[in-house]
Structure formats: C-alpha cells, structure tokens
C-alpha cells in the first residue's frame, strides 16, 4: 500500500503539495544512492582503486602458521597488512558438497551481530549436516613464485565429478573446482576489504545506551563520532563501521539472476555502467517505495540475497546470509583477472566471459555458501536444503483472490460476492484493506460499516470462500486499545536507547512496533489471532501482513531507524532485511493454533527475506496500472521463483491507476500465470470488478479466470513437488532448456512447470503479433485448441484480445477438473481429466498430488502422489509417493476420496485411429468406447473410464 508522510494531510493540501512537487522528487530522492551510503561508497572506490591500480604485494593474505583442517572444517586467519590485524576464515563443508565459509574478527564477542542462522536456516544452525572429511584428500602445491594452494577434494558432484575447493594463501582466494574447472571464485578480483569492528567503542556507546547521565557519559563524549547524516536523519552508528566487501566471479558465466526483489529484468544487467546497465549497485534493503520505478536496481519491499548464475556448461549459485543494508555490484570481464597472475594453478581455463558480482554489507558476519550445481536442478535442490522449500499452501489460496483498498462494507462485499456468483466468475477470497478496522487499529472492525462480521464471513464460507484482513505490525499508540496497553504494559514494542518505546509514525498516526525478536513478543502476537482475542473472526478468515518492511512515514527512507536497538541488544541495522520475515512467521504460527486441528496458515506479506517460503506468499507491492509494470511483473515473479519465493504474484490490474479494459484483460490473461494470483487497486482508483468492464472483457476475464481453476490441480501438484526439489513453480526458458544460449535473457516467454509454456500479451493492441519460442525437438501443443506444431522453430503468430498463447511441451499428461465452479471447495470432490500430450516418440508422464487441502496431516502421509506414465498406447497410473507410511490418517483421507474417479482420458497427437480401450483395475477387465477424430496427429477420447484416482490401473488403447 502506498505510504508517504502525505497522507495525514487534508486532501486539499494534499493535491496542492503534489501540483508544486516535480514527480521525480517523491519517488526517487526518499532514498538513499550508493553514494550516499558511506560504507557502500567506500567499497565501491576501494574496488575502483584496486582495479585501476592493483596492488603489487596484496592487502590481505592467510597467515600459514594459524591454517588448520579438521572435523570438516578449514580454518585461517587473514592478515591485514595494512592494520596488523587478524581476522578469522573459517570453511565448512556441507550436505550436496556446499561449501560455506565465514569471515569475522578472531574475537567471536567483538560485539559482530553472529548472524541471522536460527531464523533463515531451515533447520537452525545445528541442523546443518557436514560431510564426513575421513574420505577429503589434500594437497598442498606450491606454485613457482611461492604461493601455496591447498586442494582439498570433497565430493562427487551429481554427474559423478570431482569437486574440489582451492584455496590460495597470498593472496587469500578461495575457488570451487568441478572437473578440473573453476565455476566460482572468491576474491579473485582482491576487492576483499573488511571493517573491524572497534570493540571500545562497543562497550563504551553500549553504557550510554544503558543510562545517559551515568558517570560513563565523560568517556563517552570522547570518543569519536561515526555519525552518518542521511537528509535530516542522523544515524548514531554507535558500534562504529564494520562493514565488509568481497567479489565473487563466476568464470565461463553468461548470465546471473536473482537477487530479488528489483523490477528490472530477470537476467542481471551490468552496474557501474551507464551505457550497458546501471550507475547504482542493486540494492538489497527493505523499504516502501512509493511509486516504484521501472527498469531500477532500486531497493523494494524485499530481499533475497540469493545469486545464480548460468551458462551452457553450469548452474551453480551462492547464498549470501545477512540481513543487513547489502549493495551488489555486477560486472562482466573479458580477460582473467589482474590478480589471476598470481593465482596460475586455479585461473587455468578460465578466459573469456566471466560474471562478476561485488558484495558489499553494512554489518554482521561475512557468511556465504557457495551452492555448487552444476545443473540448475542441483542448485534448487541444495539451496532449499538450506532454506527450506515452499510450505504446502491452503488449496483455496491457489484460486482467485478479488482485493481493492477498500471494500467499503459489509453490505459492499457481499454484493461483490454476490455479482461473481451471478457473473459466474469463480473466486476463493476477498479481502479488506486498513478501512474496515476501528481506526486503524487492527484486530478490530468498524463496527459501523461491519455490524455482523460473522455473519458476513458466513455467507462466504457457504460456498467455499474465505476473508483476508489486513493486519499491519505497526499498533496505534492507544491506551484505550487492549492490544497496544497490553503490549506497552509487557514490554513488547521496539524500544528507543533511552528505554522509551519506540514512536513512529504509520496508518493509526502514532504507532508502535513490536519486538518479533523477542520470542515471548512473537508469542503474544500470534495469540493475537486466536477466536478470543481477534473478535469477530471465524476459521474463513485469513490475514495479510502488510506494511512490514518496516514502513515509518517519518522515518529515515520511509523506515525504521538503523540504531535502534531490538530484544536481545540486537541492532535494527543487523537485521533489518530480516524484519517482515518475522511478522509473518509470527502471524503464521497464531493461524496454525487457533482451531482444535492444527490447519495450515494463509499470511500474505510485502516484506520477505531468504526462507520467508516457509510461511506465506508474498506480492511485489505497489506497482502501477500500465503496460511497462504489466511487463516488469513477469520478470519479478521469475525473480522471487528462482530465489525460492515461490507462492508470489503482482497485483493484477496493477495498484495505481486505472488501467483500461484491454489492458485490465491482458493483465488478467498473465495473472492467472503466477503462482499467487490476485487483483488490487489502490483507493483512489476507479472500481474494476470484471463485470465493470462490460462486454467482451468480462467473458475473456472470466475465460481466463475458468483456465485457472480447470488446472487447480496440476498447480497443487507443481507446489508439491516443490517440496521434494526445490524447483522453481513459475521458471524462466532456460531453467528447462539449459542449453539454448538463445533463451538465456527471456522472460517474456516462461514455462509454468517443466509442461506449460506462456507467451503472454504485454503490449497494446487488439490483435498483437507474438514470437513465440519453440526450442526443443518436440511436439508443441496449443492448450486451448487442438492445434499443435513441431519444435525447433520460431513461430509467429496474431494473437486476438480474447485468446492468449499457451502450448504443452509434448511428453506431459496434465491432471485437470473441467466444471466450472463458483470456488475450489466445490470443485474439491469433482471427478478428474487427464490429457496426455504425446511427444515425438509417442510417450508421455505425469503426476498429480491430492491431500486434503487444509490440515497438516500430509505430514503424517495423508495424501496420494499418482504417477502416470503413457507408453505404446498404455496409460498407467501408480503411486509415486516417496515413502509409504500406513497411518490412520492416511487411511482416513483416502477412505475420504475413494469415490472420486477419472471422467475423461484425452490422447493429443496420436498417429492412429482406435476403437477401444481397455481398462485393467484391480485385476479385473473392462472396455470403453474410444473416438478419435479423423485428422492425422489427431485426438482420441476416452469418455468416462470411471477409473479412481486412488488406485492402479492401465488403459490400453485397441484397434478394435
Ligand atoms: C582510493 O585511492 C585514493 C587515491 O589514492 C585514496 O585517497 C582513497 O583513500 C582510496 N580509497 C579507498 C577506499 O581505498
Ligand atoms: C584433473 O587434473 C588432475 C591433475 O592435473 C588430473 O590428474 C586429472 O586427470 C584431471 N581430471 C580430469 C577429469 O580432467
Ligand atoms: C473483544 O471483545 C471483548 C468483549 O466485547 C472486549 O473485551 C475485547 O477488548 C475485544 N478485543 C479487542 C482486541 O478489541
Ligand atoms: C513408462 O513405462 C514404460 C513401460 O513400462 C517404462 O519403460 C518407462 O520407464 C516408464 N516411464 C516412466 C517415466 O516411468
């Protein structure tokens, strides 16, 4: 939602203001430039220096004395020449043949924040699993100018080869080998530069913080100041700089993703460069951008300080775990490094292209994981090791979510409700902005414009549908306000130095915010959501957490001062990006307990970091109702996909503005692509329910919307299996056609699963000419026609407002549910259809994943996983889940949907013409009618096998 310190001025004053201010002004210059960030200026001059002139002897190198390996762990300490100082290495090796090193002060109590593993980590920082060093071999070699490298050889990668680690004593450099080939480098560039962080400063600004007027205070006045001004905010800096810069280089790379969330193009541009890319870093730091420009490395409401890079010979990426203020550079170079002159034995292959990226961290423990590959499915699969995978969603959270700031009413939502019903356009959820609370203060309703909250979530939950309430982390400063008395009372908001809770100002005016880094804290607010406390609410109703970056109007660049200080002495600075991720999970937890039956959370948040999969999904926040923004959102959605951000989507429609009907319908027609799939529209925007719109739009909206839900269940099924990979729901052409350097920059067409490939309209016109992709060896099969085309080629095509581009790569079979319903839950028992999309050679599979949809007992194995496979004109059908546990509840859920049956079985390119086919379940034979259309490569239809899904079967096709 947008949010400028404006808000709170009458609207008169309000539309003056915006007349006298050029519109550059209140986008841009609320924020910061690496320029005007003292430790991101720093690193960058200090790579520029080293760059122009390299130094002759290095800065920084590893002392040989304190170098040691055991127990999976390679440790040094790096030598700064210039100061003396030591600072510690330390290198582990983990599951997948991940290598993680971590650089700090060799005092670990320098006062260093240690990092932010129990929150990020999946499993905390214990849960991390070592590989056993007993089989490492390790060599040392000197090379002939004296630097000595130690090759340490640690596992066999997917492929069967060799990764080895390389590590290099002057200068310090660390590179990760595979087959004798370097795929990532560290430091290669020598733009290693660290802060240490002053530890008397520590002690002597961490008295002040406990008591001003304490006879500490003449030492304090001493000390020198670290102040940093930014416009009329000072940050106090009361630890002194400490921060830190190293490159990272990718040789052989053509191209680096990730690293979200920026609207800019899915494959990273070059920075530094006005010419080729950008002047600015991209910036990775929560923040409320109002207005959010296009085509902008720009900082926005989250961040995932997650890099991959790519090329026809490898995927591999790097995780860099902070959640402090980080700035990354990109470059690309052509010839090796300066600095692989002294590096001879690792530099081997290694000219031509390389990607470079340059990280830059204002605090915290330098702490990366190098993520090996070499394919792009190795890497999903190990970064989730880390982070965790995307939460299996509530079912109905998959449908169709109608949002706008506001519903006015009750009365107003229910006649919404009521006009999808009699438009027959199916939607699951409808959601109220800030104005339905009692001013601002969430966890209450205006009792005025909502008399009966209950019973307007009942007529919802009739037929399936659910409310989503806003629910921010800012609390009104309110002493009549149980919640913020509570709060205040125990202690739970953010505090200032001096003791007093902190004040900002958000939606209420005055507000405070709680501590989510005080366990007892997050605990109370979760509570916060049981049916006692949260009055009015009932199991239909969900929560979306916005606002949480955290956003303070009157804040330095619309957030949270970074020397306040959080539960626990931990700096705001420290854990800034960290922030929104809590008050989801928090938020998440409270929804997990509040029924009897433990039921899956739906919290949707603006602001994420790395592992924020685990709690909810989350949008891409305020983008704007035009044609650019309709383009950027594909490139984001990509973005948060390949960073494990998978349950995510734009605002269809887009937020400001009013976007016309065709490009209303186009949005529509693309919103049904991305994995959270909801239309929002800020207040002072025109109403835009499709029916508005009139005739032909609402019939195309309601077609695509119809698309939606028909593939609910390949959708479900895609969440799942992300579970078990990691892989990417929503993904770019390349992560599925690695070796067509071609795709390698494509966003503009990307493939929804490894079986649908999407071509959306994102430009004007009633009828737009489409290029549209088609790279493999393979039959392409038009999803909503029985046209179909052989690849490789590039096809254009004249696509009409009513239609969009959708083919089946052939070789799948796609699990669907073809009546139309008014929600998901009515569809829930509704029988299935499966088409099979023949490839080349006649062959096809596919799965499909069913559980209940709602409860946690998926875990305890209550769920089915069908694998079916199309061969020599047979279709089988058997389960593919990955362990069979017999539970009762397993038996229960099955007993629950033992009826459910296969109503249709549609065969698409088939060479021949049959009469028949025979059903073989349970041992017993049977056979059904078949009828194929004329046409060669035609279509044959099995009506109604009334097989169930829950068993083995096979269907052989037959002549006669
Ligand atoms: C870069 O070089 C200039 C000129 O020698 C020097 O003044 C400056 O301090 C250097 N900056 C860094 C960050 O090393
Ligand atoms: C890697 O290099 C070593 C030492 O030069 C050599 O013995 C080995 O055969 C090489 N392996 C491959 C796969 O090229
Ligand atoms: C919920 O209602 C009860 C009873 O009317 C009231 O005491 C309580 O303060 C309300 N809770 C909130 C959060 O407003
Ligand atoms: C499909 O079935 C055929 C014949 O039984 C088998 O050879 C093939 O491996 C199966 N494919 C899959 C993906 O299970």
Redesign the pocket.
């Known amino acids: 939602m947008r949010c400028t310190p404006f808000s709170f001025l009458p609207l008169a004053l309000l539309f003056l203001l915006l007349l006298a201010l050029p519109v550059e002004m209140v986008k841009n210059s609320d924020f910061k430039t690496c320029n005007e960030s003292r430790f991101c200026r720093l690193h960058r001059e200090f790579a520029t220096n080293s760059t122009k002139t390299p130094p002759k002897v290095p800065r920084y190198s590893l002392n040989p004395a304190t170098i040691d390996f055991t127990d999976s762990k390679f440790v040094a300490n790096i030598l700064d020449s210039q100061t003396n100082q030591e600072l510690s290495l330390s290198l582990s090796f983990l599951n997948h043949g991940i290598v993680r090193f971590r650089i700090q002060e060799t005092d670990q109590n320098s006062g260093r924040y240690q990092g932010p593993g129990n929150y990020v980590l999946k499993d905390g920082e214990n849960g991390l699993q070592k590989i056993d060093s007993k089989n490492f071999k390790i060599e040392v070699n000197t090379s002939p100018e004296g630097t000595k490298t130690h090759l340490i050889s640690f596992y066999q990668n997917s492929l069967g080869e060799q990764m080895q680690l390389a590590i290099t004593e002057s200068p310090w450099t660390i590179s990760l080998l595979q087959n004798n080939k370097t795929t990532i480098e560290v430091n290669t560039r020598g733009l290693f530069n660290f802060e240490h962080i002053n530890k008397k400063q520590e002690v002597s600004s961490s008295q002040e913080q406990t008591s001003e007027s304490s006879e500490s205070g003449s030492t304090v006045a001493q000390k020198p100041s670290f102040e940093e001004k930014f416009k009329n905010w000072v940050d106090s800096v009361p630890k002194g700089p400490q921060s830190f810069g190293i490159d990272i280089n990718f040789p052989g790379s053509s191209n680096l993703y990730g690293i979200p969330e920026h609207a800019s193009p899915l494959s990273l541009k070059v920075t530094r460069d006005d010419k080729e890319g950008y002047s600015e870093p991209y910036r990775l730091y929560n923040l409320d951008v109002f207005e959010y420009l296009n085509d902008s490395p720009m900082a926005l409401y989250g961040s995932v300080p997650f890099l991959i890079s790519h090329s026809l010979e490898n995927t591999v990426g790097l995780f860099w775990m902070n959640p402090s203020e980080t700035w990354v550079d990109v470059s690309k170079t052509q010839s090796p490094a300066l600095l692989n002159l002294f590096n001879k034995y690792v530099s081997g292959s290694t000219s031509g292209n390389k990607m470079s990226s340059h990280w830059i961290s204002e605090s915290g423990v330098l702490d990366a994981f190098l993520i090996p590959g070499p394919t792009s499915k190795d890497v999903f699969l190990q970064y989730s090791s880390l982070v965790g995978t995307t939460s299996l969603p509530r079912e109905f959270s998959l449908g169709y979510h109608q949002c706008r700031w506001n519903y006015l009413d009750q009365a107003d939502v229910l006649e919404v409700n009521d006009k999808f019903e009699s438009n027959k356009i199916p939607y699951d959820v409808i959601w109220l902005d800030i104005e339905h609370t009692d001013g601002k203060r969430y966890y209450t309703w205006d009792n005025k414009k909502f008399p009966d909250p209950v019973a307007m979530q009942e007529k919802l939950a009739k037929h399936g549908r659910k409310l989503v309430n806003v629910v921010d982390p800012h609390i009104k400063v309110d002493q009549d306000f149980r919640v913020s008395k509570e709060a205040s009372e125990k202690g739970y908001f953010i505090k200032r130095n001096n003791g007093e809770d902190y004040k900002g100002w958000c939606w209420p005016g005055d507000s405070n915010w709680i501590d989510y880094f005080n366990p007892e804290a997050s605990k109370w607010i979760s509570d916060q959501y049981s049916f006692e406390n949260y009055n009015n609410t009932t199991p239909a109703l969900f929560v979306w957490n916005d606002m949480n970056e955290p956003a303070v109007f009157n804040g330095p660049e619309i957030t949270m001062e970074k020397d306040i200080v959080h539960f626990g002495g931990i700096e705001h600075r420290d854990v800034h990006n960290l922030y929104g991720m809590l008050v989801q999970k928090a938020t998440a937890e409270g929804l997990i307990n509040r029924e009897p039956v433990r039921k899956r959370p739906f919290v949707l948040s603006r602001s994420y970091f790395a592992g924020t999969q685990r709690y909810g999904p989350v949008w891409t926040g305020d983008n704007t109702a035009d044609w650019e923004h309709l383009k950027t959102s594909v490139s984001m959605v990509l973005s948060n996909c390949l960073a494990g951000i998978n349950f995510n989507g734009a605002d269809v429609g887009g937020f400001f503005g009013n976007p016309n009907p065709e490009l209303l319908t186009r949005w529509y027609q693309l919103g049904i692509w991305y994995p959270f799939f909801r239309a929002h529209s800020h207040i002072d925007t025109k109403r835009r329910e499709p029916w508005l719109l009139g005739e032909p739009y609402m019939t195309y909206i309601r077609d695509a919307i119809q698309t939606r839900y028909r593939l609910l269940p390949y959708w479900y099924t895609l969440f799942y299996e992300n579970t078990l990979t990691g892989m990417p729901i929503v993904r770019p052409m390349w992560v599925e056609f690695p070796k067509q350097s071609g795709l390698f920059d494509m966003y503009e067409q990307f493939m929804v699963g490894p079986a649908l490939m999407v071509t959306p309209v994102l430009s004007e016109g009633e009828a737009v000419t489409q290029r549209i992709y088609f790279r493999s060896q393979e039959s392409y099969h038009d999803l909503f026609s029985d046209y179909q085309l052989p690849g490789p080629e590039t096809h254009d095509t004249m696509t009409m407002l009513g239609s969009q581009s959708v083919f089946v790569v052939g070789g799948h079979i796609i699990p669907t549910k073809e009546r139309p319903r008014r929600s998901s839950q009515l569809m829930k028992h509704d029988p299935y259809t499966l088409t099979i999309y023949t490839s080349m050679h006649g ?1 096809s ?1 596919g799965s499909l994943y069913i559980d209940d949809g709602e409860t946690l007992d998926y875990e305890k194995g209550a769920f089915i996983y069908r ?1 079916f ?4 004109a ?1 279709l ?1 059908s058997k389960d593919g889940a990955p362990s069979s546990v017999d539970s009762p509840a397993k038996k229960k859920f099955i007993e629950s949907i033992k009826h459910i049956r296969v109503e249709r079985i549609v065969v698409r390119g088939m060479m021949n013409s049959f009469k028949r086919a025979i059903i073989n379940e349970n041992g017993k034979e049977r056979s059904v009618e078949v009828t194929c259309t004329k046409e060669k490569r035609g279509v044959c239809t099995i009506r109604d096998p009334a097989v169930l899904i829950t068993e083995d079967w096979s269907i052989r096709l037959s002549f006669d």
């Not at 496979?869 to 020599?872: F, H, L, Q, S």
């Open positions: 062959s599979k694998e496979n199309y061969t020599g047979t089988t």
